[in-house]
């Protein structure tokens, strides 16, 4: 049985970015307590002005914060984690990490993905940022 991680049955979920979306859905639950918070305090104007006010205070907030769920570079970067890897740079045997996506980094068709212990996944982390890629 060919093993398969949560990380990479997520990437294939037809390109969707998993974590972008999630946080689109938390964003929208967010802007519920705020809209119902402005209706509450406008309830004793025309119900069609209080909702056409609600809206004009909630797009002004969350313009910004769809701007930064669609646009983040860091929300870009998609990782796979694996139980027992041996480390391709240490040959520890460990839980392994690869990114699989980043910004002007991908590695989607590798067929021979290199995993890292968390250790060395941290110093190539390092070193990829300092190539300039925004992880
Ligand atoms: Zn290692």
Not at 13 to 22: C, Q
Not at 34 to 43: N, T
Request: net charge positive; glycine share 6%; proline share 1%.
């Amino acid at each position: 049985m060919k093993y398969q991680s949560l990380s990479e049955r997520r990437a294939d979920m037809s390109g969707v970015n998993i974590k972008r979306y999630g946080l689109y859905l938390i964003r929208w639950q967010l802007s519920t307590p705020i809209l119902a918070g402005v209706l509450y305090a406008l309830s004793g104007m025309d119900k069609i002005n209080a909702t056409v006010i609600a809206n004009l205070i909630g797009g002004l907030i969350f313009y910004w914060v769809d701007m930064f769920i669609f646009t983040s570079d860091r929300l870009t970067v998609q990782w796979e984690v694996k139980d027992t890897v041996r480390c391709v740079d240490c040959g520890k045997e460990a839980r392994g990490y690869r990114i699989i996506k980043a910004k002007e980094y991908d590695r989607t068709k590798d067929i021979h993905p290199q995993f890292r212990c968390e250790a060395c996944s941290q110093k190539k982390t390092e070193e990829l940022r300092q190539r300039g890629i925004e992880i």
